[in-house]
Nanobody
Framework: QVQLVESGGGLVQAGGSLRLSCTTSGRTFSIYAMGWFRQAPGKEREFVAA????????YYADSVKGRFAFSRDNAKNTAYLQMNSLSPDDTAVYYCAARSNRVLFRLWNSEVYDYWGQGTQVTVSA
């Protein structure tokens, strides 16, 4: 089993920045990729970003490309999502997820992830 705990959410003004953290524990050696997803009120959960755990390859949704950066610190078993130039459209609960299968494909699809955190609220005021 893998446990994921998100932190770093909060309230920020438009144009501001936040850095989310996702700390992993348990069978962390079984993580091959991680993802960030978000869900706004009344909307479906959507892909934000993904990273391969060993190579650090990153993938982003078009809506956040150029503004968000996904990184990981293998020694600390922690992943980070740096979010810049935030807008009210970024308001949502942000979830991190981990995939424990070494076959990496469709990392934009929430169904390929095996473990999920509880989420952290990000609110961007106009």
């Amino acid at each position: 089993q893998v446990q994921l705990v998100e932190s770093g959410g909060g309230l920020v003004q438009a144009g501001g920045s936040l850095r989310l953290s996702c700390t992993t524990s348990g069978r962390t050696f079984s993580i091959y990729a991680m993802g960030w997803f978000r869900q706004a009120p009344g909307k479906e959960r959507e892909f934000v970003a993904a990273i391969t755990w060993s190579g650090g390859d990153t993938y982003y949704a078009d809506s956040v490309k150029g503004r968000f950066a996904f990184s990981r610190d293998n020694a600390k078993n922690t992943a980070y999502l740096q979010m810049n130039s935030l807008s009210p459209d970024d308001t949502a609960v942000y979830y991190c997820a981990a995939r424990s299968n070494r076959v990496l494909f469709r990392l934009w699809n929430s169904e390929v992830y095996d473990y999920w955190g509880q989420g952290t609220q990000v609110t961007v005021s106009a």
